[in-house]
Nanobody
Framework: QVQLVESGGGLVQAGGSLRLSCIAS????????MGWYRQAPGKQREYVAQ???????NYAVSVKGRFTISRDNAKRTVYLQMNSLKPEDTAVYYC???????????????WGQGTQVTVSS
């Protein structure tokens, strides 16, 4: 089993910053992609950013230039530094990882429980 625990959410004023963290634990053989999604009230979950083991990253257009994804492979942790936050960034933020476990022969996607980010105007 793979467990993901997010932290770092909270309430911040527009223009402020937050740093989210997500730690993966459990019977993990290897991790490839690690990423962040978000879901605002009444909306579908949407892609935010992703980081691959090889070092490449990708961002949604709406956050590019404001958010930075990074990872510490030794700690099995992915971070999301969020700067210049806007009220429209308000959402529950979920991390996900593509992991290989001793009982699987292919990478599977696992999700965390989410952390709330609220940006006030």
């Amino acid at each position: 089993q793979v467990q993901l625990v997010e932290s770092g959410g909270g309430l911040v004023q527009a223009g402020g910053s937050l740093r989210l963290s997500c730690i993966a634990s459990g019977s993990i053989g290897a991790i490839n992609a690690m990423g962040w999604y978000r879901q605002a009230p009444g909306k579908q979950r949407e892609y935010v950013a992703q980081s691959w083991r090889g070092g490449s990253t990708n961002y949604a257009v709406s956050v590019k230039g404001r958010f930075t994804i990074s990872r510490d492979n030794a700690k099995r942790t992915v971070y999301l530094q969020m700067n210049s936050l806007k009220p429209e960034d308000t959402a529950v933020y979920y991390c996900n990882v593509d992991a290989l476990t001793p009982t699987t022969t292919s990478y599977r996607t696992y999700w965390g429980q989410g952390t709330q980010v609220t940006v006030s105007s």
